[in-house]
T-cell receptor, first 112, second 115 residues
Framework: AQSVTQPDIHITVSEGASLELRCNYS??????LFWYVQSPGQGLQLLLK??????LVQGIKGFEAEFKRSQSSFNLRKPSVHWSDAAEYFC??????????FGTGTRLKVLA | NAGVMQNPRHLVRRRGQEARLRCSPM?????VYWYRQLPEEGLKFMVY????????ESGMPKERFSAEFPKEGPSILRIQQVVRGDSAAYFC?????????????FGDGTRLSIL
């Protein structure tokens, strides 16, 4: 069965610093991978997705993620964090069907 | 607003009452998914519907929960005889079809509180 692990529950970075949020997945074949962001009281907004091809994918708001099959990882990165990036970030995987399997999320705090 | 619309945003019910959550998918989307987010947890799949059909309800509790997506009108998630453990955020998502490569677009959710 598919699963997603986000090992960091909370991360705090200073504004302007770089960011990496970790995501590890479990799936026997090629997964479809997504990162979503959730601001307080809001729904989920799609940041980026990976289906195939180039393993480095660019998303909105300056985010990127790299798919590493050998490590079963799909980490999210941003070179310089802005205060408005403070939110909760969810990694998700789909296997052979439409069902999203979400990680438990990483809550990002940005220090001024 | 052409996005997924959910209402109400917040719903308060007393134990034993019924809760009805509504979801209007994005224009042109005929596939609807419901997810539940418990406090401090990720979203968990509940049910997948197409117009007038329940395709997959494997994530729905066997009792008290039901969902529909009629030919006309929004999708409805119905919880009968609510209990404290039903307190959660319920999210609806939609997509134009069910392919794995179709990102699901999420609404802002309904926060259900049970007194």
């Amino acid at each position: 069965a598919q699963s997603v692990t986000q090992p960091d529950i909370h991360i705090t970075v200073s504004e302007g610093a770089s960011l990496e949020l970790r995501c590890n997945y479990s799936y026997g074949a090629t997964p479809y991978l997504f990162w979503y962001v959730q601001s307080p009281g809001q729904g989920l907004q799609l940041l980026l997705k990976y289906f195939s091809g180039d393993t480095l994918v660019q998303g909105i708001k300056g985010f990127e993620a790299e798919f590493k099959r050998s490590q079963s990882s799909f980490n999210l990165r941003k070179p310089s964090v802005h205060w408005s990036d403070a939110a909760e970030y969810f990694c998700a995987v789909t296997g052979p069907t439409y069902k999203y399997i979400f990680g438990t999320g990483t809550r990002l705090k940005v220090l001024a | 607003n052409a996005g997924v619309m959910q209402n109400p945003r917040h719903l308060v019910r007393r134990r034993g009452q019924e809760a009805r959550l509504r979801c209007s998918p994005m224009k042109g989307h005929s596939h609807v998914y419901w997810y539940r987010q418990l406090p401090e947890e990720g979203l968990k799949f509940m049910v997948y519907l197409q117009k007038e059909n329940i395709i997959d309800e494997s994530g729905m509790p066997k009792e008290r929960f039901s969902a529909e997506f009629p030919k006309e009108g929004p999708s409805i998630l119905r919880i009968q005889q609510v209990v404290r453990g039903d307190s959660a955020a319920y999210f609806c998502a939609s997509s134009p079809d069910s392919g794995r490569d179709q990102p699901q677009h999420f609404g802002d959710g309904t926060r259900l509180s049970i007194l």
